[in-house]
């Protein structure tokens, strides 16, 4: 079954900071590859994702992330930090076809960003 | 346009009593879909609706019915509410099951408490 694996549940970075997010996935076939972001009370929020297209994948607010097959990884990262930045960021693999088709979310990252 | 609503946004329930937590949405979608989001497990998919007409298990399904009521409304019901089943409640859609490309939009939850 897919799993998916992110590095540590609470991540602070200083404003201006590089942010990068760990994500791991466990599976011999390359799963589809999503980040969300979830603001307080609020639903979750596609950041981007990975289709198989380009590895490179370019999402909103400045976000990006690198699929690499030979590390079975998929991390988050932006250049410069800004407050309007933290929350929890959510990895998700998709696998399957048909009715099998689901996500398999990982655990979150709280993101906090320091002044 | 409001995207995915769901009701209510709060509740309490006693063990053994029963709801249903409505969600719509308004994108013309085929897919619709529940999950529940716990602190350190991420979001897990208790039942998907393909298409309006067929329902399907998810990964954690037991203690839960599900009814697509239309191609807008899909209802998550709890005939005998438990302690476990504390926890935000999430509904999101999607144009399709069939391509992953197809983003899932998420509504805002439903934070369930079960005394």
């Known amino acids: 079954a897919q799993?998916?694996?992110?590095?540590?549940?609470?991540?602070s970075v200083s404003e201006g900071a590089l942010v990068l997010l760990r994500c791991n996935y466990s599976s011999s076939v390359p799963p589809y590859l999503f980040w969300y972001v979830q603001y307080p009370n609020q639903g979750l929020q596609l950041l981007l994702k990975y289709t198989s297209a380009a590895t490179l994948v370019k999402g909103i607010n400045g976000f990006e992330a690198e699929f690499k097959?030979?590390?079975t990884s998929f991390h988050l990262t932006k250049p410069s930090a800004h407050m309007s930045d933290a929350a929890e960021y959510f990895c998700a693999a998709g696998v399957g076809s048909g009715s099998a088709r689901q996500l398999t979310f990982?655990?979150?990252?709280?993101?906090t960003v320091l002044p | 346009n409001a995207g995915v609503t769901q009701t209510p946004k709060f509740q309490?329930?006693?063990?053994?009593?029963?709801?249903?937590l409505q969600c719509a949405q308004d994108m013309n979608h085929n897919s619709m879909y529940w999950y529940r989001q716990d602190p350190g497990m991420g979001l897990r998919l208790i039942y998907y609706s393909a298409s309006e007409g067929t329902t399907d298990k998810g990964e954690v399904?037991?203690?839960?019915?599900?009814?697509?009521?239309?191609?807008r409304e899909f209802s998550l019901r709890l005939e005998s509410a438990a302690p476990s089943q504390t926890s935000v409640y999430f509904c999101a859609s999607s144009s399709s099951l069939g391509a992953w490309t197809d983003t899932q939009y998420f509504g805002p939850g439903t934070r369930l408490t079960v005394l």
């Open chain 2, 12 to 20: 309490v329930l006693k063990t053994g009593q029963s709801m249903t």
């Open chain 1, 69 to 71: 097959k030979s590390e």
């Open chain 2, 61 to 71: 399904p037991n203690g839960y019915n599900v009814s697509r009521l239309n191609k």
């Open chain 1, 3 to 11: 799993s998916v694996t992110q590095l540590g549940s609470h991540v």
């Open chain 1, 106 to 111: 990982g655990s979150g990252t709280q993101l």
